[in-house]
């Protein structure tokens, strides 16, 4: 969530200040819409597999995380990539919808908080009521979550591994 809100922060950060520029520039036809985001992203590739990369590579052996196979390791780095490259994309979200970068910012936990709350990491999702159900599916931390969840707990049977820790 740390990572997620880094994500978020840089880019409800600079977007506001390119904002008038790229307004003015897409209004005089110098390009699309699409132009500018592609270009964007493609961009910002080096860092939004950079800064993830060197979060988990300083957490994951501290936090005695599951070292059983290698391949643990790098499923759990492209699950953060992911996860922050898709804050990335809620920042761009906001970052739009709202052209003042301070009330951005201010309304920056308005737009993390809700999902964090269906993810099943605060809240057994069993317990989310009935009319709140659809808001588990568009949270990227959800599947984030689990995704960590699987890779840390489960081997390739499908088994938890806690079932095997408490038969020995």
């Known amino acids: 969530m740390v990572l997620s809100l880094n994500g978020i922060q840089n880019v409800v950060l600079i977007f506001p200040d ?3 520029v ?3 520039e897409v209004g005089n036809d110098m390009y699309s819409v ?3 985001f592609w270009s964007k992203i493609i961009s910002e590739i080096p860092f939004s597999i950079l800064i993830p990369f060197i979060f988990g590579a300083i957490v994951y052996y501290p936090l005695d995380l599951n ?3 290698s391949y643990n390791f790098w499923i759990f780095q492209g699950v953060l990539v992911l996860v922050y490259n898709a804050s990335q994309g809620y920042g761009l979200v906001v970052s739009t919808a709202i052209p003042d970068k301070t009330i951005a910012v201010a ?3 308005l737009v993390m908080v809700p999902p964090m ?3 099943g990491f605060f809240l057994p999702q069993s317990q989310i009521p009935a ?3 659809e808001i588990k599916y568009v949270s990227l931390y959800k599947y984030g979550y689990q995704a960590l969840y699987t890779n840390e707990f489960f081997h390739n049977n499908g088994i938890p591994e806690i079932y095997y820790l408490n038969e020995t």
Do not use: V, W
Request: no cysteine; aromatic share 20%; net charge neutral.
């Open 107 to 109: 309304l920056t936990p």
């Open 67 to 69: 070292t059983t196979h």
């Open 22 to 24: 790229f307004m003015r």
């Open 34 to 36: 699409g132009a500018y």
């Open 18 to 20: 390119e904002r008038p």
């Open 117 to 119: 709350m269906f993810t």
């Open 131 to 133: 009319f709140l159900d």
